[in-house]
T-cell receptor, first 111, second 114 residues
Framework: EDKVVQSPLSLVVHEGDTVTLNCSYEVTNFRSLLWYKQEKKAPTFLFMLTSSGIEKKSGRLSSILDKKELFSILNITATQTGDSAVYLCAVNTGANSKLTFGKGITLSVRP | NAGVTQTPKFQVLKTGQSMTLQCAQDMNHNSMYWYRQDPGMGLRLIYYSASEGTTDKGEVPNGYNVSRLNKREFSLRLESAAPSQTSVYFC?????????????FGDGTRLSIL
């Protein structure tokens, strides 16, 4: 059974802090790993990672994949209250691009 | 620039009632998906349609049926609603091809079954 585990499940930080969100996986057929941000409604796409060691970056957010150790991290620097959300990690297992999701990490950024 | 549109946004049903959740996308995507999201459980795949004319079961298909009406629309039906189906339902779509693409999600339908 494919499994995606995210940690920690929740996190409270203050504005300006740097946070690291973790995602580990055990799947039979890996194609890519995706990060989404979910505020009130639809999950919105952040990054897709397919190759080890190549950092993807967008503003204050960055992510990297380690296919040998089967994990990914999402870093957020200089956090803002607008970063408060649930961060979802998902693995594309290749069969018709089905995604297996982790339970999500709830990040709260206090002013 | 609508993306993925789900209707209704909220619904309350009584046990045993039936209901169809609608999903439409205007991005010319070929694959579409239905998920449910429960507290502490993450998103779980109910059914998916890899292309027009095909549908397949996901992780939690029991109690649901789907119809891929055309390339744009993919509906989810609850024939006899049960309290365990109280959840937030998300529809997603993606372009299937040689290059991997992310799934794009609708805003969800919050369904309560009493």
């Amino acid at each position: 059974e494919d499994k995606v585990v995210q940690s920690p499940l929740s996190l409270v930080v203050h504005e300006g802090d740097t946070v690291t969100l973790n995602c580990s996986y055990e799947v039979t057929n890996f194609r890519s790993l995706l990060w989404y941000k979910q505020e009130k409604k639809a999950p919105t796409f952040l990054f897709m990672l397919t190759s080890s060691g190549i950092e993807k970056k967008s503003g204050r957010l960055s992510s990297i994949l380690d296919k040998k150790e089967l994990f990914s991290i999402l870093n957020i620097t200089a956090t803002q209250t607008g970063d408060s959300a649930v961060y979802l990690c998902a693995v594309n297992t290749g069969a018709n691009s089905k995604l297996t999701f982790g339970k999500g990490i709830t990040l709260s950024v206090r002013p | 620039n609508a993306g993925v549109t789900q209707t209704p946004k909220f619904q309350v049903l009584k046990t045993g009632q039936s209901m169809t959740l609608q999903c439409a996308q205007d991005m010319n995507h070929n694959s579409m998906y239905w998920y449910r999201q429960d507290p502490g459980m993450g998103l779980r795949l109910i059914y998916y349609s890899a292309s027009e004319g095909t549908t397949d079961k996901g992780e939690v298909p029991n109690g649901y049926n789907v119809s891929r009406l055309n390339k744009r629309e993919f509906s989810l039906r609850l024939e006899s609603a049960a309290p365990s189906q109280t959840s937030v339902y998300f529809c997603a779509s993606k372009l299937q091809g040689n290059l991997d693409q992310p799934q794009h999600f609708g805003d969800g339908t919050r369904l309560s079954i009493l």
